[in-house]
């Protein structure tokens, strides 16, 4: 049961987006800590459920980012807490970081992308499509901890989403609204602009709708 939802957000542009309008339904309460401000995580109030958003870093600067660490052990405690973990982008990658997997810069994924559910995936993604679409930004991917099972794949970068004890990390953007990828697509170039103008509409009513699947399992 939900008592209390906290996202760890990086970046005052990464939002829940659509995650809020689904929480606001179900009147769960959620907080952000916003680390872009405090720099560190402060004395949380107790939740049940943790989501890691997405931003510009690597999990693997810490040095520069301190939090990440903190964010790391704290997905690892979440196991004893039996706090259920959400990630996002850089969210997924702190999931594979802190359950010993390799994070590394790869290949740039910028707009709209296909990606296929595994033969064998498991939870709700067994009630995805073969192929569905997805936003995507991010430049660096990771390698799947043990134990983790692959539920998504792409062409481009495969490991696309993946469960690992009472986590679940996506590298993509199933939060997105229409106007957050207008405000994202700014500082993009005008064929990329233009290309996700065009795809826009075809693909968020499914990227809504897969979305909506995930979080309502999520917080169920």
Not at 4 to 14: I, M
Not at 56 to 77: A, G, H, Q, T
Not at 97 to 115: I, P, Q
Not at 192 to 201: E, F, H, K, S
Request: glycine share 6%.
């Amino acid at each position: 049961m939900v008592s209390r939802v906290v996202a760890f957000r990086h970046e005052p542009d990464e939002p829940l987006g659509y995650l809020e309008s689904i929480l606001a339904e179900h009147s769960i309460p959620f907080e952000y800590i916003d680390l872009f401000d405090t720099n560190e995580i402060p004395r949380i109030v107790p939740a049940t459920h943790l989501i890691f958003l997405g931003g510009k870093m690597s999990v693997n600067d810490e040095e520069e980012f301190p939090y990440l660490c903190s964010e790391k052990e704290l997905i690892r405690r979440s196991q004893k807490t039996s706090q259920k973990v959400l990630g996002i982008c850089l969210g997924a990658q702190l999931i594979a970081s802190a359950y010993g997997a390799k994070v590394f810069r790869y290949v740039n994924e910028t707009g709209w992308h296909m990606l296929h559910r595994t033969d064998d995936a498991t939870g709700i993604f067994a009630q995805f499509p073969d192929r569905f679409p997805v936003f995507q930004i991010h430049n660096d991917t990771f390698a799947i901890p043990y134990g983790g099972r692959l539920l998504a794949y792409g062409t481009a970068v495969r490991n696309q989403a993946f469960s690992c004890k009472n986590a679940l990390g996506l590298q993509f953007h199933l939060e997105m609204t229409s106007e957050i990828i207008h405000d994202w697509s700014g500082s993009l170039s005008r064929h990329q602009q233009a290309t996700i103008a065009r795809d826009t509409p075809r693909f968020i009513h499914e990227s809504n709708r897969l979305c909506r699947l995930v979080m309502e399992d999520f917080i169920r």
